[in-house]
């Protein structure tokens, strides 16, 4: 951090003469409820010049009234590298350094409990670019409404503490704010359809909340958007359409929530996008063929989303892909061989689906990932690398059965474990038809022909 100073400048005596006395005395009153050493103030006497705090920044700021030039206070900041006292509180003395544009306490309030004061939210100075109160466990209360006097205010930050009730609509006056991170917290109640006037904003995480209802639609209407991050709260509905115009969005994070599909076509506009991340939402629905036409994505997972219907062959055109998600669904159908061509791929992950048929990736894919490929728990999915029995590269994470093994057709004494299991009947026998999906055409993989060519030649030969 060090000590900015835009001039030259010193004072003599026990007070800065470059300095506003009672801003020089302020400062020492909010160092003192925060710190544990009780010195400071001695240690610091000049904190712009001579005896600078590596927490502490001052501006050289010109006054109007003649031609000197005065020391300001424009930054503090109190990380994990300073120790703040266990009864460390926010002092009102903040209100006697009127340049401030950047207070930053994180990991101070830990013990006494501590709430934000309507007052001080009232009053902080018009400077204040940047509020960020992090990590602080003994955080309690809600965000006064009052915050809506911090008008120049563009990163407010206040994550992993333990703020309650709802956000305030008043948020809405906040209009040059950049970043709101309120992640962390125990919000409840509706993400304000307010935000939507925050016209500047670029990064918004609401992330480890209990927020509730729907995504408001007027988010669709921030352009400025890179990072949107509703994560683990109880969001519920389907998406708003107009998200499809946030055309800067880079990450979009909607997982662990009760989001329901289908997704919006709408989102095909979303062409800068690198991260989709919707886990754990109950979507019940097919993957739509437009995600294919989001041709940055990095990351894209759907894990425990209840996805039906089959794998899309437009998902082989993400050349960028590294990490794809599709477990824990109820997806079906063959696995398109294209998604094995993929050249950054490093993590694929369609293990617990209803995939059958032939895996049809090359082994030198199987064996650049690994056991970053997971297909397990799909019954009808079946591997013909005979090789896989000795290779230990190869079988230590192919755990699917050969194609051509006695495993994909069991014979008459599982009949009985079928009966006494008949939840699992169906996944005892060789997925051998698609009809639905594939316009009731029947798939006969290799197997499947193997299979009745020695039917046949059985009958023939008595």
């Known amino acids: 951090n060090g000590v900015m100073c ?14 506003e006395e009672e801003e020089l005395f302020g400062l020492f009153e909010v160092m003192g409820s925060l ?3 009780p010195t400071w103030a001695q240690m610091h006497p000049l904190p712009c010049t ?28 109190v990380g994990p590298d300073n120790v703040c006292k266990p009864s460390a509180k926010i002092s009102h003395s903040l209100l006697k350094l009127p340049y401030l544009k950047t207070l930053s306490l994180m990991n101070c309030f830990t013990n006494s409990p501590i709430f934000l004061s309507k007052s001080l939210f009232g009053s902080l100075s018009n400077f204040l670019e940047h509020l960020a109160l992090e ?12 915050i809506s006097n911090l008008t120049n205010l563009k990163v407010l930050r206040l994550s992993q503490n333990n703020l309650s009730g709802e956000i305030p609509k008043e948020i809405k006056s906040l209009v040059n704010l950049q970043q709101l991170d309120l992640s962390h917290n125990n919000f409840t109640g509706p993400i304000p359809e307010e935000i939507g006037a925050l016209e500047k904003l670029a990064i918004l995480d609401l992330s480890w909340n209990s927020l509730q209802q729907v995504i408001p639609a007027s988010i669709g209407g921030l352009e400025f958007l890179e990072k949107i991050d509703l994560s683990s709260n109880e969001i519920q509905g389907q998406l708003p359409r107009n998200l499809g115009r946030l055309r800067r969005l880079v990450l979009l994070d909607l997982s662990r929530n009760n989001l329901t599909g289908p997704i919006p076509e709408t989102l095909a506009g979303l062409q800068q996008l690198q991260y989709l991340i919707m886990e754990d939402n109950p979507l019940n629905a097919g993957i739509t063929s437009f995600i294919g036409s989001l041709v940055k994505l990095s ?41 094995g061509a993929l050249p950054s791929i490093d993590m694929l992950n369609l293990s617990r689906n209803r995939l059958s048929g032939e895996l049809l990736f090359s082994r030198d894919f199987l064996i650049r990932l690994g056991e970053r490929l997971d297909i397990r728990d799909n019954d009808g999915l079946c591997t013909n690398y005979r090789e896989a029995e000795s290779n230990t590269s190869l079988s230590r994470f192919l755990q699917n059965p050969s194609c051509t093994s006695s495993a994909m057709f069991p014979a008459a004494s599982n009949k009985t474990t079928a009966e006494k299991n008949p939840d699992r009947a169906e ?10 999906s594939n316009g009731g055409s029947k798939i006969c993989p290799f197997y499947c022909q193997n299979y009745i060519l020695v039917i046949v030649v059985w009958l023939v030969s008595i």
């Open 35 to 37: 710190l544990e050493d």
């Open 299 to 339: 990351v894209l997972t759907f894990s425990g989303c209840g996805l039906t219907g089959q794998i899309p062959t437009t998902l082989s055109n993400l050349t960028g892909l590294i990490a794809l998600s599709l477990d824990n669904n109820r997806l079906k159908g063959t696995v398109p061989s294209e998604l």
């Open 427 to 436: 996944n005892l026998k060789p997925k051998l038809y698609d009809g639905i």
């Open 50 to 77: 001579e005896t600078p705090w590596p927490g502490v920044e001052c501006e050289l700021l010109d006054e109007d009234d003649d031609e000197t030039s005065i020391f300001h206070v424009t930054k503090i900041h």
């Open 135 to 146: 990590s602080n466990p003994s955080l309690f209360g809600e965000i006064p409404n009052t």
């Open 6 to 19: 835009s001039g030259g400048g010193g004072g003599g005596g026990g007070v800065d003469m470059d300095m």
